[in-house]
Each structure stands twice: as structure tokens, then as C-alpha cells.
Nanobody
Framework: QLQLVESGGGLVQPGGSLRLSCAAS????????IGWFRQAPGKEREGVSC????????NYTDPAKGRFTISRDNAKNTVYLQMNNLKFEDTAIYYC???????????????????WGQGTQVTVSS
């Protein structure tokens, strides 16, 4: 059974940093594209960042560009999202998702991702 577990969320002040982790169990991440999505209160879920199975290609949505960095360590079966200079508007539940359909990071379409984690809460507050 494919399972993704996010961790690393928490409460941080504006300008602070967090590193989220997405760990896989029951399968190896080597052949999966991984996306990070987030859902803020009262808003629809949106894409944040995405990384190819090899790690050679990445993509970011505009809110994440220049502040977030996605990476992966296939040996540890984990994908990371380093978030710097966090803002109030980054407050959301962050989800990771896996796609076995090749590189699907072009438009962050949720239907391309078949397995999802339960999410980790990120709260940016002073």
C-alpha cells in the first residue's frame, strides 16, 4: 500500500524557515514525480512545487519562487520542501503527492497525482 507521510510543519514567525519532509512507505519514490500542494483556510488547494523522479527537473508556482526549494533523497525515500522567508499567506496545510505518470509538473493538476499524504500544518504568525 502506497503511503506518504508529511512532517516538519509548525508555528513560525514571518521571515522564518521550515523544512517539510515527505516520506514514503510501502513503495520506493525513485520512479515517482512528487508534488507539494497546500490548502489555506477557505481556499482551494493549490500547487506549490514539484520535482521529477530523478530530481533533475523542478517547478514552482509564483508564490514559492525564490523562497522555497524542493529536493529529494531517493536513498532515504524522502522529498523535502525548504521554505524560507515565510509570510502570513503561507499559512496552510501542506500535502505531498506522488505521480507515476512521468514528469507532470507543468500545471500542478491534482488528477495527475494518485497518492496523497494527510498533510502537515504550517502556521506563520507573529
Amino acid at each position: 500500500q502506497l503511503q506518504l507521510v508529511e512532517s516538519g510543519g509548525g508555528l513560525v514567525q514571518p521571515g522564518g524557515s521550515l523544512r517539510l519532509s515527505c516520506a514514503a512507505s510501502g513503495f520506493t519514490l525513485d520512479y515517482y514525480t512528487i508534488g507539494w500542494f497546500r490548502q489555506a483556510p477557505g481556499k482551494e488547494r493549490e500547487g506549490v512545487s514539484c520535482i521529477s523522479s530523478s530530481g533533475g527537473r523542478t517547478n514552482y508556482t509564483d508564490p514559492a519562487k525564490g523562497r522555497f526549494t524542493i529536493s529529494r533523497d531517493n536513498a532515504k525515500n524522502t522529498v523535502y520542501l525548504q521554505m524560507n522567508n515565510l509570510k502570513f499567506e503561507d499559512t496552510a496545510i501542506y500535502y505531498c503527492a506522488a505521480s507515476s505518470g512521468g514528469y507532470v509538473c507543468y500545471d500542478f493538476s491534482e488528477v495527475d497525482f494518485g497518492s496523497w499524504g494527510q498533510g502537515t500544518q504550517v502556521t506563520v504568525s507573529s
